[in-house]
């Protein structure tokens, strides 16, 4: 069982920048994908960017062009730099870790299938 700790959540003015971190207890990537998920007060949770084993990236439209997402295995983190940040951005933020089960666009839509949660860092965009 891998643990996943988020870090970087911050309260920043719209147009602004901010790095989340996730660091796993142990190499999840081993035939795992990785992801960035948020979820916002009464609103479901929403996929933002997966990566694979091989370095293939997903991102969901609602990011792509703002947010990148990097991985460093040696150190065993998954990295979200998030530019031009917006109000509706705020939420708490998720890393995820599991098998394939399907292809990243899948798996960025549906939440349960991804197997190892963190509990998350807030970023509040005003």
């Known amino acids: 069982h891998v643990q996943l700790v988020e870090s970087g959540g911050d309260s920043v003015q719209a147009g602004g920048s901010l790095t989340l971190s996730c660091r796993a207890s142990?190499?999840?990537?081993?035939?795992?994908?990785m992801a960035w998920f948020r979820q916002a007060p009464g609103k479901e949770r929403e996929g933002l960017a997966a990566?694979?084993?091989?370095?293939?990236?997903q991102y969901s439209e609602s990011v792509e062009g703002r947010f990148t997402v990097s991985r460093d295995r040696a150190n065993k983190t998954l990295d979200l730099q998030m530019n031009n940040l917006k109000p509706e951005d705020t939420a708490m933020y998720f890393c995820?870790?599991?098998?394939?089960?399907?292809?990243?666009?899948?798996?960025?839509?549906?939440?349960?299938?991804?197997?190892?949660w963190g509990q998350g860092t807030q970023v509040t965009v005003s």
């Open positions: 142990a190499d999840p990537l081993p035939g795992n994908n």
């Open positions: 995820a870790s599991g098998p394939p089960t399907g292809t990243l666009a899948t798996m960025l839509r549906k939440p349960q299938l991804w197997l190892n």
């Open positions: 990566v694979d084993r091989r370095g293939q990236i």
